[in-house]
């Protein structure tokens, strides 16, 4: 591969618009736009948590996901540009299942917390919750392909099982919510 960004700044967004593919200029405050900066800024919460110490299957599915989140911004970029589909939002299926059987079942809403993995991959969640958001109101105005709905809806999922796996390794008790 050449060396793709080898000029960082070029002075073309100072005026409040972003470059995408095909030489589209959009408004930076953009639904699409938001949609995507939402999307790396769920990678780049992804990356804080894999700076932590993390069981070796939660890091190889963590660095698949980033992987995966780099498409699904790809995708939003260049909408001809497709590679996310349902057999990625079956891979977190399968590791949800997987963290979940050994996960005693919930009493109440747990407060995010823990120890700090597992905080770091509460954050994550909510980064991820927030970045769905993002996608649901860019697929109002503009239809989305429902792979990539479904991967971010997952996506989350597979960060609130991860995170209370990673508070019971560390021998964490669970804070249920307590209403009033």
């Known amino acids: 591969m050449g060396h793709r960004l080898s000029k960082i700044y070029t002075r073309t967004g100072d005026d409040g618009s972003t470059g995408l593919a095909g030489q589209v200029r959009l408004a930076k405050d953009d639904a699409r736009i938001e949609a995507i900066g939402a999307v ?7 990356g ?18 980033q992987h995966r989140l780099f498409d699904l911004g790809g995708e939003l970029a260049m909408p001809e ?16 299942d997987g963290w979940n059987e050994s996960l005693p079942p919930l009493e109440e809403f747990i407060l995010p ?9 509460h954050l994550a969640r909510a980064v991820c919750r927030r970045a769905e958001r993002t996608l649901v109101h860019l697929h109002r105005g503009e239809a989305l392909r429902p792979a990539l709905l479904h991967y971010v809806n997952r996506l989350s999922d597979v960060l609130f099982v991860l995170a209370r796996v990673l508070n019971r390794e560390a021998g964490m008790e669970v804070t249920y919510w307590q209403k009033g």
């Open 40 to 46: 790396d800024e769920l990678n780049s919460v992804i």
């Open 48 to 65: 804080l948590l894999l700076a932590e110490t993390l069981p070796q299957d939660a890091r190889d599915l963590l660095v698949r996901v």
């Open 81 to 96: 540009y497709q590679t996310l589909d349902d057999t990625e939002t079956a891979r977190l299926e399968a590791a949800i």
């Open 113 to 121: 917390g823990g120890c700090r993995a597992g905080a770091v991959c």
